[in-house]
């Protein structure tokens, strides 16, 4: 259906290459997933079928579709701002007049597609009403509502959290074994999207490097020291452990369990958990409450904890429960209603600014913080705020120790998701804040840019900082000194990763959920080990 | 209220609600009459209420500092006029400028409650349909203003909050202008992208049939005529004052009494099809459903 012959494509506004001699055929029903690492050229690749999203020309080589443009649908990875009217029947509405449907049409479409969707009640609600997993089944609703012959997905399940992220790919299965819409899902990591593909592709500096069958792919990947980052925890402990057992890749929880259980013999536990020296309190929340409106319920609801130096801490919990506005009020970005936020002892008010110097806030959306035309402009103007006489060479050698000089002329904004995440994280470490704030920090990173963000909050936790994250990335909480959810504005207390994720029944790791018989304290690949 | 106002909704097609949100913007533009202008006040404070939506809060209180400013820069720069009623150094409030100030003041209040009306009648796609018919490029533009604006808002107030945990100095200022149209052109791009994705690079003209309810007739027919009837009495010089002037005091006749009281039932007009239809339900239809039992039995 798909065929690029030996293509090469150049951006408008760039002399590199950013798909170079690609050769990639695509059938008619194929679900294809395609990995690549941050700027590797994944989304180029996949807007490459939706010529209006791209500026550049084709250097060489040809691509050969066998559908028209309007048969093709997009979802960005972008959750919010995809609506351009108010609510999902006028959205409807409007790409379905764009096509030209006439008004029964429309009618008896949107009715079929609310339907196998399972969003009538969502139809009227606004953008600011619905959550961000119900906004995404809109995108998506919204993209299949044409009855398209090839589905784009460009890293649908990055902003959404693990429940409302395994949603989403269910009903985009569900498209591709129902209705046999061709399927092409750009992705940074594997986790449960392998179990409903049926070909992985590698992209890497523009070109294809592996084609191959699920089973076959992810096997291949172990074998490269790279790649095997990728594999989803369950894949991955399989490899590690060598089990001889004859199974196909990927592997569900319950095949996994069952082939712990019989070779449990074989397997120890290792504990990795480092062990958390007493220290000194640095910020002391007391009944902090906020809300937004007079008559709302309270976003964050009496909520108390303390912040030790050298210690991190880590928020999960489903989209939408008040995580971001906990860091908000925190930081004093919304004005807390009730209850008392103490900073070296002192209570942190109008008159007391100390938070804006002790504190680094890293948003969802990192190009918020950049004030610069450059990637050498910001870490410039960053290492400037500590020594106003910095030089050229000094940034320089900045750049190189965090591998960014080779973007060192880039704009900030032309930054792929990923890199704008590590490069805002950088600024924080530069900053050496006493607490460093992260929202969703590995949102849009690949798993070995996420093993080398792991690397660097290390070594800032190893100075005496204090780490606080929001994240929906399970395994990465794992990393932290303590964990605790949040729900209904309520935390719950702060918990060691062994015992805050053992007694989870959903909201806990894939090795948890299928090693709990046997090695219930594991929590991730490198917890077994074979004797 | 709630009810009142579903039951008008239910009722109405968007476009007899253009041609209504239409004529109450000329109510409140054409005259300048202090009784007219209280009886459109009134009825304005009564629809909003109608309508209220739940963030109007920030809306009314804007209102309510725009007349105050009005009021008090009037008084300040027009003092005209011979019965004086406070008189202190600099300042002289005169019967006249009191009621010129008070004159301008409501106006405005009730264009912009008039406007605070039209944004709860109305959505983006009602507007962006009329625009799109005939004038593609100025629908685009608006569809992208109404996009990019609020995005722009939260852009900068973001920027400027997280600047400070990035300065050495909270309080330095930085080249906001610049750096929030940065970070506006990406967002600015997306908003473009999903136009895209949406189609709306091959739309058609697209035809539209309202189904017109009788009480769409209604609203329709009793809009337009006010809409002429305003305009015929601006003609006539009715509903008029000399503003501005030292001579401007209350005229009432019975002209003005007509154009209140027809300006006081066209604004009103969706509480009372409100009412009207709430009333219909509660008396009529609530007395015809019938129940399971006699039904079946009726029919063996």
Redo the contacts between chains.
């Keep these: 259906m798909v065929h690029f012959k030996n293509y090469s494509f150049k951006y408008a506004n760039s002399q590199k290459l950013s798909l170079s001699n690609v050769e990639l055929t695509i059938d008619k029903g194929d679900f294809l997933l395609l990995i690549g690492k941050t700027g590797s050229g994944k989304s180029t690749l996949l807007k490459q079928l939706k010529p209006g999203l791209v500026v550049g020309d084709i250097t060489e080589g040809t691509l050969d579709c066998q559908t028209n443009d309007q048969n093709i649908s997009y979802i960005s990875q972008f959750v919010d701002n995809q609506m351009i009217t108010e609510c999902a029947r006028d959205e409807f509405n409007f790409i379905l007049e764009n096509m030209g449907y006439s008004v029964d049409e429309r009618h008896m479409r949107i009715a079929e597609v609310a339907s196998y969707f399972g969003i009538i009640e969502l139809l009227d609600l606004t953008e600011q009403e619905l959550s961000g997993g119900q906004k995404q089944l809109i995108n998506l609703a919204a993209a299949l509502i044409v009855d398209p012959d090839i589905l784009l997905l460009d890293e649908p399940t990055s902003q959404l959290d693990p429940i409302a992220a395994e949603k989403l790919l269910q009903m985009v299965h569900k498209i591709n074994s129902e209705l046999n819409v061709t399927i092409i899902m750009v992705e940074h990591s594997l986790e449960r999207n392998t179990f409903y593909a049926n070909r992985l592709a590698i992209i890497e500096s523009g070109s294809i490097l592996l084609d191959e069958k699920i089973d076959t792919a992810l096997r291949k990947m172990y074998q490269d020291e790279f790649y095997k980052n990728y594999l989803s925890q369950i894949n991955r402990s399989f490899m590690e452990l060598e089990f001889r057992d004859e199974t196909e890749l990927p592997l569900n929880n319950r095949q996994f369990s069952k082939l712990l259980n019989r070779h449990e013999h074989e397997i120890q536990y290792v504990n990795n958990s480092r062990k958390i020296n007493e220290s000194k309190e640095v910020l002391q929340l007391k009944n902090l409450s906020f809300r937004f409106d007079f008559e709302s319920k309270k976003i964050v609801d009496e909520v108390n904890f303390e912040l030790n130096k050298g210690i991190s801490y880590c928020l999960v919990g489903p989209n939408g429960v008040g995580k971001s506005t906990l860091i908000k009020v925190i930081s004093q970005q919304l004005k807390q209603q009730s209850g008392k936020i103490i900073l070296n002892g002192k209570i942190v008010n109008n008159k007391n600014t100390n938070i804006y110097q002790k504190l680094f806030i890293l948003p969802q959306n990192p190009a918020l913080l950049f004030v610069a035309d450059t990637v050498f402009g910001e870490v410039e103007f960053q290492l400037k705020q500590n020594n106003p006489e910095i030089t050229s060479q000094q940034v320089d050698l900045i750049l190189r120790q965090y591998d960014l000089f080779e973007l060192k002329d880039t704009s900030p904004y032309d930054l792929s998701g990923g890199q704008q995440e590590f490069l805002a994280l950088i600024i924080g470490l530069i900053k050496n804040p006493a607490i460093l704030f992260l929202d969703e920090p590995t949102k849009g990173l690949d798993p070995n840019m996420i093993l080398k963000l792991h690397d660097l909050l290390k070594d800032y936790l190893a100075t005496g900082g204090i780490l606080f994250a929001n994240s929906h990335d399970l395994v990465f909480a794992t990393k932290f000194n303590y964990v605790s959810m949040m729900f209904d504005g309520k935390l719950s207390k702060f918990k060691r990763p062994v015992d805050f994720f053992k007694d989870k029944f959903f909201y806990t790791t894939e090795i948890n959920k299928a090693s709990r018989d046997s090695f219930p304290d594991a929590l991730t690949w490198n917890n077994l080990k074979k004797l | 209220m709630k009810k009142i106002y579903s039951g008008f909704r239910q009722v109405v097609n968007n476009f007899s609600i253009l041609i209504y949100l239409l004529s109450i913007i000329i109510s409140s533009l054409v005259f300048n009459n202090p009784i007219i202008i209280l009886a459109v006040l009134i009825s304005l404070l009564s629809v909003a209420k109608f309508t209220q939506k ?1 963030n109007s809060k920030g809306y009314l209180k804007f209102t309510l500092i725009i007349f105050l400013t009005t009021i008090i820069f009037n008084l300040v720069i027009n003092q005209r006029g011979n019965n004086i009623l406070i008189q202190i150094p600099l300042i002289k409030i005169t019967t006249e400028s009191l009621l010129n100030a008070g004159i301008l003041a409501f106006s405005f209040v009730n264009l912009l409650l008039a406007f605070y009306i039209y944004d709860a009648l109305t ?3 009602v507007i ?1 349909d009329l625009l799109s018919k005939s004038l593609r490029n100025i629908a685009i533009v608006f ?1 992208l203003t109404i ?1 990019f604006i609020p ?1 722009i808002i939260e ?1 900068f107030e ?2 400027n ?8 100095d ?1 309080y330095k200022k ?1 080249n906001l202008l610049e ?1 929030v149209l ?2 506006a ?3 600015f791009m ?2 473009s ?12 003209s ?4 309202y189904a017109n309810t009788k009480t769409d007739y209604i609203l329709s027919i009793g809009s337009f005529t006010a809409i002429i009837f305003n305009l015929t009495m601006v003609l006539l010089k009715n509903g008029k004052v000399s503003f501005g002037s030292a001579s401007v005091s209350f005229i009432m006749n019975s002209n003005i009494i007509i154009i209140s009281v027809l300006n006081i039932l066209m604004i009103t007009m969706p509480i009372l099809i409100g009412v009207s239809q709430y009333l219909w339900w509660k008396w009529y239809i609530s007395k015809t459903t019938a129940s399971n039992m006699p039904t079946v039995k009726s029919f063996r």
Excluded at chain 2, 197 to 203: A, E, L
Excluded at chain 2, 206 to 209: A, D, I, K, L, W
Aim: no cysteine; hydrophobic share 35%; net charge positive.
């Design positions: 739940e959505n983006v796609k962006f569809i996009k995005k852009i973001n920027t909050y997280l600047y400070k945990f990035r300065s050495r909270a930085m750096i940065n970070k052109i990406a967002s997306n908003v992208d999903v136009l895209i994705t949406r189609g709306y690079d091959r739309r058609r697209v035809s539209r049939n």
